[in-house]
């Protein structure tokens, strides 16, 4: 019985330093994670990816079917204006041509005969000796070789045609990047002109199509300089600018985008056809400017007023849905951040301009230096736990 008194003065000791324990955490002040308003360059891109390519990509192909008999170029061969890359099989053409001169000449020699009877029938009927049919018919016969000769010409100008096509030449100065046939393969040539060679005109000079989003498209104007990085140099950043946007929408799983076409000067031969490039487009930069976290811009305290942090929501790039090929185009210039002076943020109202996605232009509102809230960090959130907890009140009426 003598143990009694002791147990309940323990349980009393343990709930009073319970209680004291709860007092402090729950007066605690809160501490925030604030960010300073610093000065310094800012800019503002759309990110959009796109292929690079030759400014001029030439397809050479054939224009008559047969066996590939000579190759003359192969991959990364240099090449000129009317050299020979390869050559069909001329056997059969030859033979067109040679059949084409047979009948052209046998037309010629009936025109000959059409005029020796013609002139010879003109003389009798002046002479009264034969009739003015036999001498129409005379001339229609002529008149019809005339026209015979001239069919043959041009069936062996054909057969010539076919018989030069036989031989194909570069049409241009470049090199070659694709060759799509093997000696000894038949190409066909009966619906289109089957591609032989692929020639690149100058590869010191390419440019990038780039899909840019229907959402940012707005904002891109030729003449824009765009910073872009390939898979092969990822340590490296190339440059560019803007040589047209085109009308022509391109839909994808109803995803809209337009070609940007980038022009590219590729004097090191680094790039190269075919090659990824993460495309930047620089549509505006500052050097020397305030600037803010964007975290700032996304803070607001439990205590503000729901209608405040539901504009403040929408204002901000992840209440807007914004696409990620956009980094951080503001639609609103008034803001509400939060300066840390003493211990309870104050609300300030701020004018924003461009954003990198990271920072945003600080128009007015603020000086360089000051310090803005981005988060709270020890809310009063183990304070409620601990009062929710049943076990831990369960505990304390055991005793």
Not at 240 to 256: I, L
Not at 330 to 347: A, D, F, H, I, M
Request: net charge positive; proline share 4%; hydrophobic share 40%.
């Amino acid at each position: 019985m003598a143990k009694r008194p002791v147990i309940i003065a323990a349980g009393l000791l343990l709930l009073l330093l319970a209680l004291i324990l709860h007092w402090i955490r729950g007066g605690e002040s809160p501490k925030y994670q604030t960010a300073v308003v610093t000065r310094g360059a800012i800019t503002q891109a759309v990110t959009a990816t796109g292929t690079l390519n030759p400014v001029v990509n030439v397809q050479v192909g054939s224009q008559v079917s047969g066996n590939v008999q000579k190759l003359f170029a192969d991959f990364n061969s240099k090449v000129k204006a009317g050299e020979v890359v390869a050559q069909i099989d001329p056997v059969l053409f030859q033979a067109t041509v040679t059949q084409a001169e047979g009948d052209l000449a046998s037309a010629q020699a009936a025109l000959e005969l059409a005029r020796v009877n013609a002139s010879r029938m003109q003389a009798l009927v002046a002479k009264q000796n034969s009739s003015q049919a036999d001498l129409d018919q005379a001339l229609a016969t002529l008149h019809q070789a005339e026209a015979t000769v001239k069919i043959k010409q041009g069936a062996l100008d054909k057969a010539q045609a076919d018989l030069e096509h036989c031989t194909i030449k570069s049409p241009v100065d470049g090199e070659v990047i694709s060759r799509n046939v093997d000696v000894g393969q038949t190409v066909a040539a009966s619906l289109q002109a089957p591609v032989i060679f692929t020639i690149a005109n100058d590869l010191t000079k390419m440019h990038i199509d780039a899909a840019v989003a229907e959402a940012d498209v707005g904002a891109v104007a030729v003449g824009q300089d765009v910073d872009f990085t390939v898979d092969a140099f990822p340590n490296r950043t190339f440059h560019g600018k803007v040589v047209q946007v085109r009308n022509a929408p391109t839909t994808v799983q109803n995803v809209v985008t337009y070609d940007t076409v980038i022009d590219v000067n590729n004097s090191d031969l680094k790039l190269k056809p075919g090659m990824t490039a993460s495309v930047s487009i620089v549509i505006a930069h500052k050097d020397d400017t305030l600037k803010i976290s964007n975290a700032a811009l996304r803070y607001r305290p439990a205590d503000a007023p729901a209608s405040t942090s539901q504009a403040q929501r929408s204002a901000s790039p992840a209440g807007r849905g914004r696409p990620s090929g956009s980094q951080g185009r503001e639609r609103r210039s008034e803001r509400t951040v939060y300066l840390l002076n003493g211990s309870k943020p104050q609300p300030v109202q701020i004018k924003t301009g461009i954003s990198d996605g990271v920072t945003t232009e600080l128009i007015d509102g603020l000086k360089e230096g000051d310090r803005v809230v981005t988060a709270q960090l020890n809310a009063t959130a183990s304070a409620r736990q601990e009062q929710g907890n049943p076990f831990a009140g369960g505990a304390r009426r055991r005793f």
